[in-house]
Structures are given as structure tokens and as C-alpha cells.
């Protein structure tokens, strides 16, 4: 009988595991180092502007995520049915990726030769090399090499802030990997791979107030369990199960629990000792990448933006030599996002593809955001609101090789029976990713 658990982290991975460890009537307790719980996922009210700080939407398409969404009676924010039209730069200008049958006859996104090449994936049977692939080796392999410029190097900029160049597909995108194995092409396989019955159809979400909200109601439903500045400082196994030194208020503590479940990024961990000792294993995880990420919003009188601002946003191949990776147009995506006449966007730069963006002073920043706002939606005046995050470490990239380090996931919790892990770095970056990982370890262990 599992009778008291600890959970290392408040994000949405450390929250998840609360909500289903206290559905299964089970006791647990949540430690957070920094004043603030939900992670990455904030959001903040300025003048009016709801800004988000970290992720800005979540793709719902599972019911088990929705179940949980109802059960918190959170009133999810439906982005605007003209969120289907995504923006892709080519010729530095903003062309729509194709949403139709007639979009992509029709596009100039995709050269002919392109087009022919995607229609024909479904017949592809071209073999795969004996070496782990890259993004990028698997789509010039089956869709060729405008449609990885055009579609997927922008994509991965946008949702890894990655580079598909060293992203394996095997980790990064599993799913696509599978379906290649399986049925010989993506294509095919997405027409003929069964329904899973927990899909159901796909949105874009927030939730009134920002993304935050949902965060929030977890931490209101449980305050009584969570803890904030309260850092995970070494875990001890005894043959009864763990004691956790907290620092708390700069004070140690130490606490027994039968089982812990650790969902902190991977760089935290090198901080965590193991009875009393650096973990090689904690260190070693040290080692996977997380680029960092400079998130921009920017307010502006509407009547400034030419552009109709109709759609999700605009991203930005690497092959259109900008400064920046992408914009997504907050306050036409939800509502309430900005006040009367005024228009939010939300810019994303650096990554893995400018990690030098980081270290530029604020001005030098906002110049290269001005030229390449400019350029793209004809913006000539200063913003009347800007506001900037910088994630020095933003999200875990699933690299060549990458199956090394879930070897050592592997690893690590067999020589801490007990001791598992959730997180972003375990089994996806999305939000849904994170919250299902932690929900099937739940269900799979405790
Ligand atoms: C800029 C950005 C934009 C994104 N955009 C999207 C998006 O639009 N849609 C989407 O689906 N996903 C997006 N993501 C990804 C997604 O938001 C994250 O993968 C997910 O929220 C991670 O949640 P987590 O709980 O696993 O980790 P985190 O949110 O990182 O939470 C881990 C927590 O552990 C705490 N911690 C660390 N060390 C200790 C310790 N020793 N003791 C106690 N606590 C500790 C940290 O303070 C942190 O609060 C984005 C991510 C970023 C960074």
C-alpha cells in the first residue's frame, strides 16, 4: 500500500501527478523551489495586455486531457476558427500553408515537383538508412527538400525552437517514425492507423484569463499539499522508502516518503544530491540540450498594423535569413487579449538557431524584431507596450541519440525503486504530452 508520495516540481507535470495520485485517494505532497507554481506556464496581466511568458496555446486532442479540463470546470478559450490560417515566409513575404485540397493545388509554397512529391509518399517505398535519422534526413527522404524548408524546418523552430538537422525523428516525433514502420509511408499510415479511441478532434485552446488559469485551479484545488520555495536538495533511500532534505525559508528539512516522483528539467538535477552524494546519473542528464528562447510581446495601436492579423501567426523558415523565428497573433487568436484597438503579437527569437540573439542588449534585440516586422507586416511605428521574457533554458531537445538518455531514465529507477521520473524531457514537449505522461505513470504505478 503507497501511502505518502512526494512530488519534485510544480509545473504542469508535477500538478498532473498530484490530480491523479489524490483521484486515486492516494496522500502526496508537492515541493516547488520557486515562489510561483506552474513552471514555464505563465501568464501576466499588464496594462490590460494578457501576456504570456511561456506557452501560449495548448492542443487539446485527447479525451482523457479534456476529462480533467471538465472535472477542474475550467472554461476553455477556443482559439478563433481564423487560427487555421498559418502564415510560412517565403520571398520574405507571408504566404498561407495550404488548408484545402484546392490551397495546396493552388499555393506557391511548394514548387510543382514539391506537390507531386507529397502526393506520391503513399507509394514511397524507399529505404530507410541502417542509422538513426535526423528530422530532416527522414522528410528530404520521403517529402524532399523544399517541403523540410518549408513546412517542417519552420514548424520545428515554432514548437522545439529546434533544429531539425540534429533532432532525431525516432525521439522528437515518434509517432511519424511508427507510422513509417509500419505502413511504409506517413501518409498512408495516417489514413489507415486505427482511431485511437482517446482522440478525439484537435484545438488550439487557452482559458479565460490566459493559459495560467489552468495551472492556478490545480494549485487552488491542493493548496493544502503544495509547497512553494521549497527546493528538493537531496533524496536518501532506506529500505522503507526516501527521505528529502528541503531548503525552506533557509532552513533544511528532512521528510520520509514511500515513493517520489521527480519532474524537474533535466538540468535541475545535478543540483539534487543521493544519500548525501553527487548522482552521476543526475549529472550526466545534465548533458541534454535546452536552447535558450526570447519571448517578445508587443502592443500597438491597431490602426498601426496593415496586416489583417487573420490567422495563428507567421513562422519563419531558416532558409529566409531573418532575425526572427516566428509571430503569433495573440490578440486575434483569443479574445480580451489586448484592450480596445490596440493588438498584441507575440515574437519568438533565438533557439537553436540564433542562441547569440540571447546576449544582445535589449535595443539591439527590439531593432532586428522592428526590421523583420516590418518587413513582414508592414509595421513602420513603435510599439505602445513591450514586454520580454528570456528563457536561458527553454525546452529539452530529443537529439541524435537521445535514446541514451532514456537509458539512463531506465537506470536511475532501478537503482531508486520507487524513485520515477515525469516531466518534458521523459515523453514530449506539448503541454498534453507532459500532462498524459504524468496521468499513464499514475495509472501504470501507484
Ligand atoms: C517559451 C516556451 C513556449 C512554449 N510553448 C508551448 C506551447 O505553445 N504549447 C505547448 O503545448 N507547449 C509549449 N511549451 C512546452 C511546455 O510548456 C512545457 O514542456 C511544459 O509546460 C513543461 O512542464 P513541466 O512541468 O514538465 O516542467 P516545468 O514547467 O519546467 O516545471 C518544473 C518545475 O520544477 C521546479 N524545480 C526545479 N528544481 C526544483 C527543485 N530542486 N525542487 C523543487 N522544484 C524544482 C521548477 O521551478 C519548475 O517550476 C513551451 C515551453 C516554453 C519554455
Known amino acids: 500500500m503507497h501511502k505518502n508520495i512526494c512530488i519534485i516540481g510544480g509545473g504542469i507535470s508535477g500538478l498532473t501527478a ?25 501568464t501576466k496581466n499588464i496594462d490590460n495586455f494578457i501576456i504570456e511568458k511561456g506557452p501560449n496555446t495548448m492542443l487539446l486532442s485527447d479525451q482523457r486531457t479534456l476529462d480533467m479540463i471538465k472535472d477542474l470546470e475550467l472554461s476553455i478559450e477556443n482559439a478563433s476558427p ?7 515566409v517565403k520571398n520574405r ?89 509500419k505502413y511504409g509511408s506517413v501518409i498512408g499510415g495516417l489514413v489507415k492507423e486505427k482511431k485511437d479511441i482517446n482522440k478525439i478532434k484537435r484545438q488550439t485552446i487557452s482559458f479565460n484569463g490566459g493559459i495560467n488559469t489552468f495551472t492556478q485551479k490545480l494549485a487552488k484545488r491542493y493548496k493544502e499539499s503544495i509547497f512553494t520555495k521549497s527546493q528538493v536538495k537531496d533524496i536518501s533511500k532506506h529500505k522503507d522508502g526516501y527521505t528529502i532534505t ?32 553527487s548522482f552521476k546519473d543526475f549529472t550526466t542528464l545534465n548533458k541534454i540540450n535546452y536552447p535558450s528562447i526570447i ?22 523558415p531558416k532558409c529566409e535569413n531573418m532575425n526572427i523565428l516566428g509571430i503569433l497573433f495573440s490578440s ?6 489586448a484592450p480596445k484597438g490596440k493588438s498584441l503579437l507575440t515574437i519568438f527569437m533565438g533557439g537553436s538557431r540564433h542562441p547569440e540573439h540571447c546576449k544582445l542588449s535589449k535595443e539591439e534585440r527590439y531593432s532586428l524584431v522592428y526590421k523583420d516586422l516590418e518587413k513582414l507586416l508592414g509595421i513602420k511605428s513603435k510599439p505602445i507596450f513591450n514586454y520580454e521574457t528570456i528563457w536561458e533554458k527553454s525546452i529539452p531537445q530529443y537529439h541524435l541519440g537521445y535514446g541514451h538518455y532514456n537509458k ?20 514530449g514537449i506539448s503541454i498534453q504530452d507532459t500532462i498524459l505522461n504524468s496521468m499513464n505513470l499514475i495509472n501504470e504505478k501507484f
Open 18 to 42: 498530484l490530480y491523479y495520485l489524490r483521484k486515486k485517494g492516494l496522500k502526496a505532497t508537492l515541493f516547488e523551489v520557486s515562489s510561483q507554481i506552474g513552471g514555464v506556464i505563465q
Open 332 to 337: 486575434s487568436l483569443f479574445k480580451n487579449r
Open 295 to 316: 519571448s517578445i510581446s508587443l502592443g500597438y495601436n491597431s490602426e498601426s498594423i496593415p496586416h489583417n492579423l487573420s490567422g495563428f501567426g507567421v513562422l519563419v
Open 82 to 88: 481564423y487560427s487555421n490560417k498559418r502564415y510560412i
Open 408 to 427: 539512463i531514465l531506465g537506470i536511475i529507477e532501478l537503482k531508486l525503486p520507487g524513485f520515477y521520473f515525469a516531466g518534458n524531457f521523459v515523453n
Open 246 to 277: 528541503l531548503k525552506q525559508n533557509n532552513e533544511l528539512k528532512t521528510l520520509n516518503y514511500d515513493k517520489v516522483i521527480c519532474t524537474i528539467p533535466a538540468y535541475s538535477l545535478k543540483k539534487i544530491t543521493v544519500n548525501g552524494r
Open 93 to 181: 513575404k507571408c504566404l498561407s500553408l495550404p488548408i484545402s485540397i484546392f490551397n495546396f493545388i493552388t499555393t506557391s509554397l511548394f514548387s510543382f515537383p514539391t506537390k507531386f512529391k507529397i502526393l506520391i509518399e503513399v507509394f514511397k517505398r524507399n529505404k530507410k538508412s541502417s542509422n538513426e535519422e535526423s528530422i530532416s534526413q527522414f522528410f528530404i527522404r520521403r517529402f524532399g527538400k523544399e517541403f523540410l524548408d518549408y513546412a517542417i524546418n519552420p514548424f520545428i523552430a515554432g514548437t522545439y525552437a529546434g533544429d531539425p538537422d540534429i533532432l532525431s525523428i525516432k525521439y522528437a516525433f515518434p509517432k511519424l517514425y511508427e507510422l513509417e514502420s
